[in-house]
């Protein structure tokens, strides 16, 4: 998925730079945001081919913009039940935030 464009939205200002550093390190086209009501902004402007999230409210928006958006839950409950219940509600992809690099990169 290199060169496909990624929007990254966590409330924490050290894990969104990290990650947007990572996937741009990796040829990813990013944008970062720390607020779920500029996510949805963006969405109604663009399309992204992945975003990666920590709220349910930009999963539903995500997909009733563009179903074919793929969608990753980053969360930091180790929850075995959040993870089973977050791929039930259509999320493509479920990752705890301590995610390892190469970990992120690949999903």
């Known amino acids: 998925m290199k060169g496909y464009e990624v929007l990254v939205m966590d409330e924490n200002q050290y894990i969104l730079r990290a990650i947007g550093w990572i996937l741009a390190d990796q040829w990813y086209h990013v944008t970062t945001t720390s607020s779920s009501d500029a996510v949805i902004e963006m969405l109604c402007k663009k399309d992204f081919d992945v975003v990666i999230t920590e709220h349910l409210a930009v999963l539903r928006k995500a997909?009733?913009?563009?179903?074919?958006?793929?969608?990753?839950?980053?969360n930091g409950d180790y929850r075995i039940t959040l993870a089973i219940n977050a791929l039930w509600?259509?999320?493509?992809?479920?990752?705890?935030?301590n995610v390892g690099i190469v970990d992120l990169v690949n999903v």
Not at 63 to 74: G, L, Q, R, Y
Not at 89 to 97: A, L, Q, S
């Open 63 to 74: 997909k009733k913009h563009n179903p074919e958006t793929m969608v990753i839950i980053m």
């Open 89 to 97: 509600r259509n999320d493509d992809e479920y990752i705890v935030k």
